[in-house]
């Protein structure tokens, strides 16, 4: 057992998890008390970040900070009382865990049977620059909750995914209906203007949803989509024909119309509903936000994207006002995920390795069924990924796995640089949760690949193994499979 010391680490004097603006100040400081000074320790202080490789992790190294790695200190057990090693504001937009570690033997290795470590974690939010024609600079922009708090059970946080329609992390949350057979209110969450309102009419199976598109200021737009019905104001808008167009989502064909209005909605009001079986029996309500103002996403490859509402992606329930209904959203979102942030995140490339989004080679930008995501659970990000296959050719599906943190079988996607290597996932299964919960089912079969180099990989399913092998490189490629590019 390594030897307990007394160590902690701080963020702007506290002990607890920091939310800052980065035009904020943060502080962090180390304090140490007690222990025998003996021989020489070596002294661990680093950051790992969400920002991109080769930002992820910074080291101090006694002086300053560098992506290099570095012990801090090399030096017996002695008390330190609050050492600054950070003070300063412009903190880019993420989230960051600060570690103070010490390891008894003093050799400027990491030596992990012996390292004790403290850690803090800071969530930095975009500055948002004050306007006096927009929201200002203030996300306290919504007051009330868009369903009945008994309506939904829970909120499924931003970044899922379900191949083929979405294939990429979804870019926006859903309020879970508690009863979906029943129709519930669905309500302005603020004064809003409707700029749009569409109608989705399932040619299939039948069914007409409804999606509105909402501004609470220039540059904030938000949307639901998932009603069953609006409200008779919003009705007597869709007279006109709209503009309309065919197009097919997996195995449904679909009609969608949209109407451009302009109606003018007193927070409260009421919208329409959601369920009910009169629309297309959705499961929950969708609701997005996009924020102008704040810094945009990053995307391996920003020419991919297929429309620049991806690059201002926000959780709406951090523009509410903080009270009740702000408190009882969180809630709901902390039933489906508790890791930060509690509201997901969709923008997950990570460049030179093998995370994020890879689109057919060859193929149209337009829509996800061509194309895979390799990236963290929505829900269980720290310990489960997923390969989210739109193309059908490996078979349409969201395979989730348990990470491994060695070998070459079921590895976290970021950790998978080019190279030669065949890295193989299996023990597949089409839900975050453990097959034993009784809630997920085994997806049979294995999928493996080879990241050619850092913007081309191929990958391929074989339903002839029920599991990895021993020797991945045993696995081969089909010439004629499907290769993907970044």
Request: hydrophobic residues 35%.
């Amino acid at each position: 057992m390594p030897t307990l010391y007394s160590q902690t680490i701080e963020a702007n004097n506290s002990q607890s998890p920091q939310a800052i603006n980065s035009a904020d100040i943060l502080s962090i400081a180390i304090s140490h008390t007690g222990g025998t000074p003996l021989a020489g320790h070596d002294w661990w202080i680093a950051v790992v970040t969400s920002l991109p490789s080769p930002n992820d992790i910074y080291y101090y190294d006694g002086t300053s900070w560098s992506t290099e790695f570095s012990v801090a200190f090399q030096q017996p057990l002695t008390e330190i009382n609050s050492l600054e090693l950070l003070n300063g504001s412009g903190l880019p937009p993420g989230n960051y865990v600060f570690y103070f570690g010490i390891d008894s033997i003093a050799n400027g290795v990491l030596d992990t049977d012996s390292l004790v470590y403290d850690s803090i974690s800071v969530v930095s939010e975009a500055a948002i620059a004050g306007n006096e024609q927009s929201c200002g600079n203030s996300r306290q922009i919504f007051s009330v909750d868009p369903l009945p708090s008994d309506a939904y059970f829970q909120i499924d946080p931003l970044g899922a995914t379900n191949p083929s329609s979405h294939t990429f992390p979804t870019v926006h949350t859903y309020m879970m209906l508690q009863d979906s057979s029943q129709p519930r209110e669905v309500y302005a969450p603020t004064d809003i203007s409707i700029s749009n309102i569409s109608v989705i009419e399932s040619l299939t199976a039948g069914g007409t949803d409804f999606s509105l598109n909402f501004t609470p200021c220039p540059e904030v737009t938000g949307y639901f989509d998932h009603l069953s019905a609006v409200s008779e104001t919003l009705q007597n808008q869709l007279t006109g024909a709209g503009n309309c167009q065919q197009y097919v989502a997996g195995t449904d064909e679909y009609r969608f119309c949209s109407h451009s209005v302009s109606v003018e909605v007193a927070a409260g009001t009421i919208l329409g509903s959601a369920g009910g079986g009169m629309g297309q029996n959705s499961a929950a309500l969708d609701f997005g936000l996009r924020d102008s103002r704040t810094a945009p996403l990053w995307y391996a490859n920003l020419e991919r994207l297929v429309s620049s509402d991806q690059h201002h992606v926000v959780c709406p329930y951090d523009y509410y006002v903080p009270g009740p209904v702000k408190a009882g959203l969180v809630a709901k979102l902390g039933v489906a995920r508790q890791n930060l942030p509690i509201c997901g995140s969709v923008a997950h490339d990570v460049a030179d390795t093998a995370q994020g989004r890879w689109y057919l080679l060859g193929s149209s930008d337009f829509g996800e069924a061509d194309h895979l995501a390799l990236v963290p659970s929505n829900k269980r990000p720290d310990d489960v990924g997923v390969l989210s296959v739109g193309n059908s050719e490996l078979g349409t599906d969201a395979y989730f796995f348990d990470y491994t943190e060695t070998g070459l079988v079921n590895r976290r996607f970021s950790e998978i640089g080019p190279g030669s290597a065949i890295y193989c996932w299996d023990t597949l299964r089409n839900r975050e949760s453990s097959l034993a919960s009784g809630n997920a089912q085994a997806i049979s079969g294995i999928l493996f690949l080879q990241l050619s180099d850092a913007t081309h990989l191929k990958i391929q399913r074989s339903s002839q193994h029920g599991s990895c092998p021993a020797t991945t490189d045993s696995l081969s490629f089909d010439n004629a499979g499907p290769q993907f590019e970044r």
